[in-house]
């Protein structure tokens, strides 16, 4: 951290996206880091390679000055000790779950969970001996009635994939604090510009930096940002699992994180406008946005959070068919996998692996990933697709 330039937690969020902890100084003044990649480290002696545990880089698996630069701007947004960066977000959580799970261990998993999280854990963790169980994102501080002795993972997501259920973190977290668990968050969709779960009692916070920190659906990364009790074990998971993230990736995101903040009030004020003017349409029956005072856990979120992103779903009072009449109409809006890029996108969500959080009762559901692009244009775009909708639920 460069004592000299104002990067202190006082500063105003866009401030401190604007300095990051790292010091230009340390590379001749340049105002960002370079793209170090590596796999060998020279050391100056036998001696110092013997005590190589005191040195910042010792090999280009731990890491190399950019990536570096990486974590520590992660941290210091997160309020956390330390971050590790994986080559994907899917691998932000498996990490962290390999780390504090083994045979025998009983793991607790919000219903409303990323489905390949859900995949993850019916799959790889269930093949391991682990007892994975899923529970209702409404639970609260009830989470303590299904907390048994060998509980020893709480995994939660806020607001729920695709459906953005609200739950109360701080009440989970403390409920699994005590019964002896770790808890991990993903916190995909706030970005630690609008909620920082350490803050909350959670122990690992989890992000897809594919998604707002890159921006711009050109690379894939991952981070888990953590306290000091818990960052140990996790470096160590990563180091026996051998990942760690590209350097010039890194750099990538380093270059998104500067600006994240004037994005995400452009994502947010979109979608916002956009969730209400579908929210007015006769067809159109739901809209599941946090954000707007008709959801259902909407205080929840304005206790927690302190901003919305672009993403959010809607339902549309039809079936399969006329929805995909709707999506395929649009010639703005992309049909495509992912989100937090700069460009809207669309997906019809399914649902079928979820036991508990299963979602409307009726019509489709479709997400929507509002991008930066002009509200007006969106929204002309939609018009397409309802007119093409409505055409396909005409009787032939
Ligand atoms: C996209 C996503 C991930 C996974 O990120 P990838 O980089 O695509 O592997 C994890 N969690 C949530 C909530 C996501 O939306």
Redesign the pocket.
């Known amino acids: 951290m460069n004592k000299d330039r104002p990067n202190a937690p006082r500063n105003g969020v866009n401030t401190r996206l604007s300095h990051p902890p790292y010091d230009p100084h340390s590379t001749h003044g340049f105002v960002n880091p370079p793209v170090v990649r590596g796999s060998t480290v020279l050391f100056e002696s036998t001696e110092k390679m013997r005590r190589r545990s005191e040195l910042p880089f010792t090999y280009g698996l731990r890491g190399t000055p950019t990536t570096k630069a990486l974590e520590d701007a992660l941290s210091e947004l997160e309020g956390a000790a330390d971050t590790i960066l994986v080559p994907?977000?899917?691998a932000a959580?498996s990490i962290p779950l390999l780390a504090f799970l083994g045979a025998g261990d009983h793991c607790l998993v919000v219903d409303s969970v990323?489905s390949?999280?859900r995949t993850f854990c019916n799959g790889t963790l269930t093949r391991m001996g682990v007892e994975v169980e899923y529970f209702d994102p409404h639970i609260g501080a009830g989470i303590a009635e299904l907390m048994r002795p060998h509980t020893k993972v709480v995994f939660l997501?806020a607001p729920g994939?695709n459906t953005f259920e609200m739950m109360d973190v701080a009440a989970v977290a403390a409920a699994a604090r005590k019964g002896g668990a770790v808890t991990m968050l993903?916190n995909?969709?706030a970005t630690p510009l609008f909620f920082r779960p350490l803050e909350h009692g959670v122990d690992l916070s989890i992000h897809?930096l594919?998604?707002y920190p890159g921006g711009h659906s050109d690379l894939?990364?991952?981070s888990v940002s953590a306290h000091e009790a818990t960052a140990r074990e996790l470096r160590k998971t990563q180091m026996q699992i051998g990942v760690n993230a590209a350097p010039d990736d890194c750099s990538l995101v380093l270059r998104g994180l500067k600006t994240m903040g004037v994005r995400l009030e452009r994502h947010m004020a979109s979608a916002m406008a956009i969730a209400e003017w579908l929210e007015g349409r006769d067809d159109v029956s739901a809209v599941m946005h946090p954000a707007l005072p008709s959801f259902a856990e909407h205080e929840l979120w304005k206790k927690q959070f302190s901003g919305a992103s672009g993403l959010f779903s809607f339902v549309l009072p039809v079936g399969f068919r006329e929805a995909s009449a709707f999506l395929d109409a649009l010639t703005l809006i992309g049909l495509g996998y992912?989100?937090g890029g700069h460009e809207s996108l669309a997906v019809i969500v399914d649902l079928s692996d979820r036991t508990i959080a299963t979602g409307p009762e009726t019509g489709t559901l479709i997400r929507l990933q509002v991008g930066l692009e002009d509200v007006e244009d969106l929204k002309a775009d939609l018009e397409l697709g309802f007119a093409a909708m409505a055409e396909a639920g005409l009787p032939s």
Do not use: F, H, N, R
């Open positions: 994907s977000g899917l959580i990323y390949p999280t997501e994939s993903d995909t969709w897809a594919t998604k894939m990364m991952g992912s989100w």
